[in-house]
């Protein structure tokens, strides 16, 4: 595959982060169109190149939501309980994810500095009642209203869901480093290929999926550079 044209590796990404498959489906797909390599080449590859991917849609992504939804989940990894801690703004756009192995007051500022960081500080931040997000919120972002309730966190209930049916497909992820690195991928390459279908007309969603594929040849290019 290394010296397989650009457009192969790209594909490969994105099959694998757009649909719940694995580096054996891929294999079949590329196997298919006349590209024979094997699933440890194409795991590689999707490691090295889905950072580069996620670095691009960052950098041109537009400026979120000023209402923030974060939570923490519980994920497995080599039969330990680690957290994926997300957050969402108002749009459903995910923000960031960041995968630790506690569940407290220095996880919750550590991942809501990094939000900060990138974003600035929100207008409105809404949690569930747990009681490790007071401390850290008021301190980096004093002037945000912090909105604690359970039920107004559906949203964000909503986007852990693609996390559980990979977690399924992996059979749990193998370590923190693979978790973290395929979550940060997936999240992001999946927020432009996943336009709230259900709000659009069937014309807005195929141009958006234009716009799409459109930046994603774009970016393709820039591996090249």
């Known amino acids: 595959m290394r010296q397989s044209p650009l457009k192969v590796i790209a594909y490969a990404v994105w099959a694998y982060h757009r649909?719940?498959?694995?580096?054996?489906?891929?294999?079949?797909?590329?196997?298919?169109?006349?590209?024979?390599?094997?699933?440890?080449?194409?795991?590689l590859r999707v490691n090295?190149?889905?950072?580069?991917?996620?670095?691009?849609?960052?950098?041109?992504?537009?400026k979120p939501n000023?209402?923030?939804?974060?939570?923490e989940v519980v994920i497995m990894i080599r039969g330990k309980k680690h957290w994926l801690w997300r957050a969402i703004d108002a749009n459903?756009?995910?923000l960031d994810i960041l995968v630790q192995t506690r569940r407290n007051a220095n996880a919750a500022k550590r991942f809501f500095k990094?939000?900060?960081a990138q974003f600035?500080?929100?207008?409105?931040?809404?949690?569930?009642?747990l009681r490790s997000y007071i401390k850290p919120f008021s301190a980096l972002a004093p002037q945000a209203d912090h909105r604690a309730h359970k039920g107004l966190n559906n949203a964000i209930e909503v986007s852990h869901r693609l996390t559980r049916k990979r977690e399924k497909l992996f059979g749990r992820?193998?370590?923190?480093?693979?978790?973290?690195?395929?979550?940060?991928?997936?999240d992001q390459i999946n927020l432009i290929f996943r336009p709230r279908r259900y709000q659009l007309t069937t014309i807005s969603y195929r141009h958006a999926r234009n716009d799409a594929f459109s930046l994603w040849i774009a970016y393709t290019a820039e591996m090249a550079a």
Not at 48 to 62: E, K, L, V
């Open 92 to 94: 459903d756009d995910v």
């Open 114 to 116: 990094r939000l900060v």
């Open 19 to 43: 649909f719940a498959l694995s580096t054996s489906d891929v294999e079949d797909l590329l196997a298919e169109r006349g590209v024979i390599v094997s699933r440890e080449t194409i795991r």
């Open 173 to 186: 992820f193998k370590s923190h480093r693979q978790a973290q690195r395929f979550l940060s991928a997936h």
């Open 48 to 62: 090295r190149f889905g950072a580069h991917f996620t670095a691009c849609i960052r950098r041109d992504r537009p």
């Open 120 to 129: 600035g500080e929100p207008r409105v931040v809404i949690t569930d009642k």
């Open 66 to 71: 000023d209402k923030w939804h974060v939570d």
